[in-house]
């Protein structure tokens, strides 16, 4: 018989795809009260180990055991009755419902036949707030930004009263005062006795939360060590060598300002936002979420209107709201949300990689096919894309693989000015030295960049100059030399003075 403790036991899956074998050989068990995770590359294999247990795919071969008896998990029912609750990496919510009903989800409390709204309503509510979100259990999914989603997710999770709680990449997409946030339920979890599968590319996230590493590369489990393993040993196991510097910034010499804008302000969302950006420089921004600095680059990059102000480009003012003459004014965006605003999911590699350059050759009368596929296949080999061939369908890439084809693909655009929104969020280690790479040489042929990260190692890492923004103004500017941490936080958190705050303040005084 096994030990009384273990809650899950995996031996020797095997997962093989049209032309992928994602997992060649995985062993993994997991304890009663413990965070195990699962670490690896992106395209290691990670989320398609869990998919296993969620009942998404079947293995080829291998064997899973619940609590000592071999099982076989055949869709999300299964895996619900066996007390297994996931949060994929990609969220699973619809939409269009609302929060209740994505809860509770196909199991809606029902009165005389009909659905209990009002018990449903207030059975989230509970749930939500046991998380610590303040959201409405009536509002739309569809409103909500992503840092809620992820939250919603685990009060569904909750809903389930699981005793394993799988949970892929939560943090990549929280701020780490949402983060602290989601250890706090995490660790209540784990005292009373679940089991969570946890999967993370931030490193120091390991030690501060798990209690053993499953190590997964290739689609093998290639080692199992206690979560106070040390990084750089991490790292060696995950990506078979070590890695000498995480920020390699270059600094070229700066040119003149290619990015200006002047006076942006959005009527309710932002005000006032001005700045440059140099050729050769790379500009952060950073700033909590809800600082309003996704809102100022879509402006910027022509994706939502503005009031006030004007955007230019080596001078020319760029027509306001008018991504195609953005674009043509040589700013390119690699969006936060890739799923959604980044990719044709559906089309393969090639053809996203191509998405852009393609639209400026069609525009110029000419399609150079065959230019264009080499192209795509050296910057997905730059890149390090895990892929069959150019010819995958972009949905069947991991989460990471996903987001450095988005990435590709303005790359391959020639941009002038190009815009990064949380660029390395999900990426594994290693690959973000590539993109950082990547960065350098666009600076060192004289582009600019301007990169949004709640990332703030990566902020202070790779940025020359750093703007700070908070409550929709910018509330400072730091030099790479002034940039540090507390530096940076202590702007984010400021309340950037206006006239009517002044007037309230003196109200308030007396
Ligand atoms: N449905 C599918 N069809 C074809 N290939 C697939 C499919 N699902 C996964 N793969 C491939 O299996 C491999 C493992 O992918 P998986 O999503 O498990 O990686 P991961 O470790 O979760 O990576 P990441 O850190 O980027 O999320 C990848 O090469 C991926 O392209
Ligand atoms: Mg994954």
Known sequence: MSNPDELLRIEGIRKTFPGVVALDGVDFDLRRGEVHVLLGENGAGKSTLIKMLSGAYTPDAGRILVGGEEVRIHGAQDSERLGIATIYQEFNLVPDLTVAENIFLGRQPRRFGLIDRKRMEAEAEALLKRVGVDVSPRARVRELGIARLQMVEIAKALSLDARVLIMDEPTAVLTSEEVEKLFTIVRALRQEGVGVVFITHHLEEIAALGDRVTVIRDGRSVGQVPASTGEDELVRLMVGRSIEQQYPRERP???????????????????????????????????????????????????????????????????????????????????????????????????????????????????????????????????????????????????????????????????????????????????????????????????????????????????????????????????????????????AVSVPTTEKDTEKEAVRGH
């Not at 979420?289 to 996704?294: D, L, N, P």
């Not at 955007?311 to 690699?334: Q, Y």
């Open 253 to 491: 010499a700066k040119g003149p300002a290619l990015l200006s804008v002047e006076g942006l302000g959005r009527d309710g969302v932002f005000h006032d936002v001005s700045f440059e950006v140099h050729a050769g420089e790379v500009v952060g921004v950073a700033g909590l979420v809800g600082a309003g600095r996704t809102e100022v680059v879509r402006a910027v990059f022509g994706a939502d209107p503005y009031d006030h102000g004007v955007v230019r480009v080596s001078g020319e003012a760029v027509r306001r709201h008018d991504v195609n003459a953005a674009m043509a004014a040589g700013i390119g965006l690699v969006p936060e949300d890739r799923k959604g605003q980044g990719l044709v999911l559906d089309a393969s590699v090639a053809e996203n990689l191509g998405l852009v350059t393609l639209r400026a050759a069609t525009r110029a009368g000419l399609v150079d096919r065959k230019g264009q596929y080499a192209a795509a296949e050296r910057i997905a080999g730059q890149l390090g894309v895990r892929m069959a061939g150019l010819g995958q369908q972009v949905r069947t890439l991991s989460g990471g693989n996903q987001q450095k084809v988005v990435i590709g693909k303005w790359l391959l655009a020639d941009t002038k000015v190009l815009i990064l929104d949380e660029p390395t969020r999900g990426i594994d280690v290693g690959a973000k030295v590539e993109i950082y790479q990547l960065v350098n040489e666009l600076t060192a042929a004289g582009a600019a960049v301007l990169m949004i990260s709640s990332d703030l190692p990566e902020v202070l890492g790779m940025s020359d100059r750093v703007l700070v923004m908070a409550q929709g103004r910018i509330a400072g500017e730091l030099s790479a030399d002034e940039a540090t941490q507390d530096a940076v936080m202590s702007l």
